[in-house]
């Protein structure tokens, strides 16, 4: 990240920012290290020039492809619920979209592998998330509703897009301990955390409703 980057738009001040994070806060984030993690994220590099101006809104926005940069709300929401969870070592991403979401857990765990199957978006986060100097990112062109299977097994998986169930490839690239963090559903979708207790006992908990793309098969080039 160098400053030139930071301060070609108006909007980046740290202001700007802290208002984000302000508002994050009231909306009940209390993990100083997700709120720091997302203050320092330039996340006006994850998006289109045409709307960098509006980064640091909270809301999502259009990123081609009929997809959407998540709301910072959401990507501090599901962070957190996955932190909390333990320290984690090895975590998968379904739908790096942006590379925003990716970008931000690279900071807070060790390895992040994330998925994506629209080619042309991947090249772009690949792109961003070099920009950043992030090393231990690793993105591979697949569907992830297969999960990474050579890459399992995984402390905590997170999916940013909305199956209408929950994949069995996932829970079962989860190590025991392991928690997903995923929205199902359709038009109603709610968040769900569930825990790999054992082999093959699994314990869910509904966090709030929420408002994703859906989760679709195969790959596009
Ligand atoms: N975390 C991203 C969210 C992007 S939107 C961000 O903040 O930018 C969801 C992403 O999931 C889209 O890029 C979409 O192409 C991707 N996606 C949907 N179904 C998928 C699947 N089966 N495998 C991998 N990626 C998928």
């Known amino acids: 990240m160098n400053d030139i980057n930071l301060q070609g738009i108006g909007m ?22 997700v709120l720091n993690t ?4 330039p996340r006006h590099i994850f998006i289109d020039e045409a ?11 259009p990123i081609g492809f009929n997809q959407t940069i998540s709301q910072p709300y959401i ?22 979209g942006s590379g925003y979401q990716t970008s931000v ?5 060790d390895q992040v592998f994330s998925v994506e199957r629209i080619k042309p978006l991947q090249d772009k986060a690949k792109e961003r ?31 940013t897009a909305a199956p209408e169930q ?12 392991g928690s997903l963090v995923i929205p199902v559903g359709q038009e109603q979708q709610q968040l769900k955390l569930i825990t790999r207790q054992s082999d093959l006992e699994y314990k869910t908990r509904i966090i709030e ?11 596009i080039r």
């Open 129 to 159: 998330l070099r920009q950043m100097g992030l090393k231990n990112v690793h993105l591979q062109h697949s569907d992830g509703g297969m999960g990474w299977p050579s890459k399992a097994p995984f402390d905590a998986i997170m999916v």
């Open 12 to 33: 980046t001040s740290r202001r700007t920012r802290d208002r984000l994070i302000s508002r994050l806060k009231g909306q009940g984030i209390s993990d100083e290290g």
């Open 105 to 109: 857990l690279a900071q807070l765990v």
């Open 166 to 177: 929950v994949p069995e490839e996932l829970l079962l690239q989860l190590a025991i301990g």
């Open 51 to 61: 709307l960098s101006h509006r980064a640091y809104e909270d809301t999502a926005l």
């Open 38 to 41: 997302l203050r320092e994220t």
């Open 75 to 96: 990507v501090a929401k599901m962070t957190e619920v996955l932190v909390s969870t333990g320290p984690l070592k090895r975590v998968l991403e379904v739908g790096t």
């Open 209 to 219: 409703n929420v408002n994703f793309v859906p989760l679709l098969a195969g790959t």
